[in-house]
């Protein structure tokens, strides 16, 4: 039989001997696949890894597994964000250590990873964790869905790891701009990955957003308007709306470049009857609400925590939600100033260079109504609350570069440079990340029954804000200085010093990841110093604190009524935070299923056979998802019943320990 027909295009050339770094990277990433392997059979944990995460629908464990994944690919992207700074700091009039090809691999997934695989799964995972918890639900509206969702992402970064260790990743960016992605002019197996990685990845996150507007709408807890919800919950439902309007825009730009590249078609070849800038117009009105996608929930983080540690009320509720709707609408209203110098009418880019400047006027007054809260409030200045700060001061940097980047004439000298790379890791890294790290600190507690580690807590945010600053201002001037992004190397020594600085802030964020892992480390080994099963660490005012730390399956035994704003403080001024009904009901919950992760594994084993051309796996790949689904539809002993005793009892036990703890404070 034909060698091309059973392995496709793979073959022994596929392994990355060919560069000792890639090598270096593939070993790291077998060895630590390995290890986690091992780790696992040596603790005889398989069963319980089935058993309770593996195979669970429970949108807690679901959003834990989440964040663990968003941790695992930040890892990944980071190490490729300091090859990077590296690289650039020693190359002058030198090659550096990295080819020119392996460069724009590496740029490639770190923009990747960073924003579909780290930023993406964290923020779900903080809202599989919290939003049902907020609205008083016992579960997100389809939590079977939300299990596949989790696997479909998971199996698209498995996807771009993989790419590591078996062929290379596509070095086209993380926009993958045509023609440059076609296949004339990048005939490796690099663009497929990214291709399928998206596709498959993408569809999980259009049905998460799906799973999460309906649970939104349809699960609030008994009397909870809509204008009962917390921010965060606002937020959430307003991201998740973009999801569905915006991110099949991606999955269509991506099939698309999929039939050019497969079938010999012509989407985006000028030559061949199609247009290059349909590429960049569906991908950016992709694009540009992605920003928000990623962005809004964290505002909601940073309104929920600001208020609770000002030990006041959040400033402008209302306003904060019609800021939030506005920004969720004028996000559809900017993409094209992504190219401005395509040569469109200077009347389409004022109209675009306008609404780009509008769009800050919500988010600015999202900002002031944070600082109002603050304003003669009783701040804590625990970590939660420092990186909230952080952002603030960090994020309207950034915003005020994007005014000068939304002026079309000053975008036509700076688009393409530094100053741009600035700007986007300027908005991004605050008003994500450190968005994420906020809600990671503050709901920990929450999800974990423990607390983190204060003090490597402050270390990490220190280090990590330190090194931001010394990362990307330099990039700003190097932006002025007319130094382009994505060059491997370069001749100008006046630059050198910039990038030296840069590199230095790199590793300092380098300092900052070492001292969370260091952090997650100490807070488990002191845990029984820092347990709180009461579950209100913080005296919060929203719903998720009003029951043990962690949750039970069920989360609360009782539906709580909820009449206003901040159901749990208004419960506690009432003086009943945690009532005891006169008796308990028996509770429906669904049970697990290996629907999810067998989805998933078709779907990779599906994308990874396309990538290569194996088309007889590939039958098997979709053979597998059709067979899952069907087989799915047979099943019919989907959920069980928690009994009224079981509940009582962990009720009791856990109420007796919050009386306990109110006797000992007392």
Known sequence: MNSSFILGKLTFDALPFYSVIAASGAAVIVLGGLSVVALITWLEAWGTLWRNWLTTTDHKKIGIMYVVLALVMLLRGFVDALMMRAQQAIAMNDPGYLTPDHFQQIFSSHGTIMVFFMGMPFLFGLMNYVVPLQLGARDVAFPLLNAISFWLTAAGAALV?????????????????????????????????????LLISGVGTTLSGINFVVTIYKLRAP?????????????????????????????????????????????????????????????????????????????????SVIPTFSQKRLFGYTVLVYATMCIAVL????????????????????????????????????????????????????????????????????????????????????HNTLFLVAHFHNMLIPGMLFGLFAGYAYWFPKATGFRLDEKWGRRAFFFWVAGFYLAFMPLYVLGFLGMSRRMAYYDQPGWQIYLIVAAFGAFLVLCGIISQIVQLTVSIRDRACTTDFAGDPWNAPTLEWATSS??????FAVQPEVHSLDAFRAAKEAGCPYPWPERYEPIEMPRNSMTGIALGAVSFVLGFAVVWHIWWLAALGLLGVVGTVIARSFATDTTRIISAEDVAATETRWKTAVLAARGASA
Do not use: Q
């Open 161 to 197: 790891m993989v790419s590591l260790v078996i062929g290379v990743f596509s070095t086209g960016g993380w926009t993958g701009y045509p023609p440059y992605t076609e296949l004339s002019y990048s005939p490796t197996v690099g663009v497929d990955y990214w291709i399928m990685a």
């Open 223 to 303: 009397g909870m308007k809509l204008m009962h919800m917390p921010l965060f919950c606002w937020t959430a439902l307003c991201a998740n709306l973009l999801v569905i309007f915006a991110v099949p825009g991606l999955t269509v730009a991506g099939g698309l470049l999929a039939l050019d590249r497969y079938l010999g078609m012509h989407f985006f070849t000028n030559d061949g009857g199609g247009n290059v800038m349909n590429y960049a117009n569906i991908f950016w009105i992709f694009g540009h609400p992605e920003v928000y996608i990623l962005i809004l929930p964290a505002f909601g983080i940073f309104s």
């Open 331 to 414: 996000s559809f209203t900017v993409w094209l100033h992504h190219f401005f110098t395509m040569g469109a009418d200077a009347n389409v880019n004022a109209f675009f260079g306008v609404m780009t400047m509008i769009i800050a006027v919500p988010t600015g007054v999202k900002v002031y109504d944070w600082i109002l809260t603050m304003f003669r409030g009783r701040l804590l200045f625990d970590t939660p609350m420092l990186w909230s700060l952080a952002f603030i001061v960090t994020f309207v940097i950034g915003g005020m570069t994007g005014v000068i980047l939304a002026i079309p004439p000053l975008d036509y000298v700076f």
């Open 550 to 555: 962690p949750p039970p399956e069920y989360n």
